[in-house]
C-alpha cells in the first residue's frame, strides 16, 4: 500500500501529495483540460474527478490544483483514494 501524505502548498488552490515511491517513470507529467489520458493515467483519473484544473507528477509527489470555490475537505480524501487504487493495480 502507498503512504501518502497531503501538504499544503504557498497556493491555497494546489494540495501537494508526497508519496513513499516515485509518483512517474522517470520524467514529470502534467494532465489538463485537452490533455488524452495516454499522456498521463494517473493524471487522467484525477482529473476525472471534476473541480481540478490540473495535474502535476514529479518525483515522489503529484500536485493538484483545484478550481476557486471548491473546498479541499472532500476533494483531498477523493484525490487520495484516486491515488491509492492508481498503485495498488
Do not use: C
Request: aromatic share 8%; net charge negative; proline share 7%.
Amino acid at each position: 500500500m502507498v503512504q501518502i501524505t497531503p501538504e499544503a502548498t504557498p497556493n491555497p488552490a494546489a494540495l501537494k501529495f508526497s508519496l513513499d515511491r516515485q509518483s512517474t517513470g522517470g520524467r514529470p507529467e502534467t494532465f489538463r483540460e485537452g490533455s488524452t489520458p495516454e499522456d498521463s493515467p494517473l493524471g487522467a483519473k484525477i482529473f476525472a474527478l471534476g473541480d481540478i484544473t490540473n495535474v502535476f507528477l514529479t518525483a515522489d509527489f503529484i500536485s493538484v490544483t483545484k478550481v476557486d470555490g471548491v473546498s479541499w475537505d472532500d476533494l483531498a480524501e477523493r484525490v487520495q483514494a484516486v491515488i491509492q487504487e492508481h498503485y495498488s493495480d
